[in-house]
């Protein structure tokens, strides 16, 4: 089945890095774009970055452009979110987020989830 | 960035009843929009893209209308499994973005 499992995530000072992956499974990895998607403690969904499915593009929402950098493998049928200069603000889980656009219509809604790692920010 | 909202925020009904939410863009984005469901612990589900294109899986219950900057998520007959909250998205331009939620409950 369409599976998405992330992890590395932990607890992490201010100022320091952390890289998240996703293992992906179930479907052809390097045909779709994948997004990385976080949830503050008892907030709402916010959307992070996009990668195009061969890696080529990434996007960012503003608050973490020049601190994260989303990559992938496709060989591995893994993506990652490398996140440096964290920020106590960054705190949340952090789910890897298949793109639906594959289906016509779907395109930047996301269709398939991981069940997400928790970042804490704190000294 | 285009601003997601969505009212109410939260609604008290039971099973059975017709539910209504509804979203709306700060601008135009014709029907690129999706709605999800998410229950306490758990990862979102998406529900409808395209404005009222039904996932597959998902009951037909659900229903979704609207393009532009008005939608509507509708639930025909609220089950107990549908407790949750509910986001908007827009998917028509970076930065995607979220609505904040409408918590239906007992």
């Known amino acids: 089945q369409v599976q998405l499992v992330e992890s590395g ?3 992490v000072q201010p100022g320091r890095s952390l890289r998240l ?4 499974s179930g479907f052809t990895f390097s045909s779709n774009h994948m997004h990385w998607v976080r ?4 907030k709402g969904l916010e959307w992070v970055a996009l990668i195009s499915y061969d890696g080529s593009n990434g996007y960012y929402v503003d608050s973490v452009k020049g601190r994260f950098t989303v990559s992938r493998d496709n060989s591995k049928n893994t993506l990652y979110l490398q996140m440096n200069r964290l920020r106590a603000e960054d705190t949340a889980v952090y789910y890897c987020v298949k793109d639906g656009g594959s289906v016509v219509g779907a395109a930047h809604a996301f269709d398939v989830w991981g069940q997400g790692t928790l970042v804490t920010v704190s000294s | 960035d285009i601003l997601m909202t969505q ?11 017709r539910v209504t939410i509804t979203c709306r863009a700060s601008q ?3 029907s690129w929009l999706a709605w999800y469901q998410q229950k306490p612990g758990k990862a979102p589900k998406l ?3 395209a404005a009222s294109s039904l996932q597959g899986g998902v009951p037909s219950r659900f229903s979704g209308s ?3 900057t008005d939608f509507t998520l509708t639930i025909s007959s609220l089950q107990p499994e549908d407790f949750a909250t509910y986001y908007c998205q827009q998917a028509n331009s970076f930065p995607f973005t979220f609505g ?3 918590k239906v409950d007992v």
Do not use: N
């Open chain 2, 28 to 30: 135009g984005i014709s």
């Open chain 1, 9 to 11: 995530g932990g607890v």
């Open chain 2, 7 to 17: 009212s109410p925020s939260s609604v008290s009904a039971s099973v059975g009843d």
């Open chain 2, 100 to 102: 904040p939620g409408t």
């Open chain 1, 21 to 24: 992956s996703c293992a992906a």
């Open chain 1, 39 to 42: 949830q503050a403690p008892g």
């Open chain 2, 66 to 68: 609207g393009s532009g």
């Open chain 2, 47 to 49: 529900l409808i893209y």
